[in-house]
């Protein structure tokens, strides 16, 4: 297991900026890092995601062109830049990892591991 710890939610005014952190403490290489959110009352939904073995990323429809995944390995830490931040936006945002190149990249089933989530507020 590669404990996770997420960095830098908040509250921000909408068309603004945020940008989140994971740490990951402990090496070992994921097929899919991503981050995901959950909205209160609604399910876990796919946000963005870094596909190892193909070195490509997906976004959800609802954050391309406004959100951007990067991921830094020599400091084991995943971001995600949040720019033009709208009120449907809020919602409690995960970072995950899967072990091995299965499923759906946005789907929450296909993840190993978790972090306990930052808040974000619009």
């Known amino acids: 297991q590669v404990p996770l710890v997420e960095f830098g939610g908040g509250s921000v005014q909408a068309a603004g900026s945020l940008r989140l952190s994971c740490a990951a403490s402990?090496?070992?290489?994921?097929?899919?890092m991503a981050w995901f959110r959950q909205a209160s009352g609604k399910e876990r939904e796919g946000v963005a995601v870094?596909?190892?073995?193909?070195?490509?990323?997906l976004y959800a429809d609802s954050v391309k062109d406004r959100f951007t995944i990067a991921q830094d390995n020599a400091k084991n830490t995943l971001y995600l830049q949040m720019n033009s931040l709208k009120p449907e936006d809020t919602a409690m945002y995960y970072c995950?990892?899967?072990?091995?190149?299965?499923?759906?990249?946005?789907?929450?089933?296909?993840?190993?591991?978790w972090g306990h989530g930052t808040q974000v507020n619009t």
């Open positions: 995950a990892a899967a072990h091995a190149c299965a499923g759906d990249p946005l789907n929450k089933n296909a993840y190993n591991d």
């Open positions: 402990g090496y070992r290489r994921s097929c899919y």
């Open positions: 870094i596909l190892a073995y193909a070195d490509s990323i």
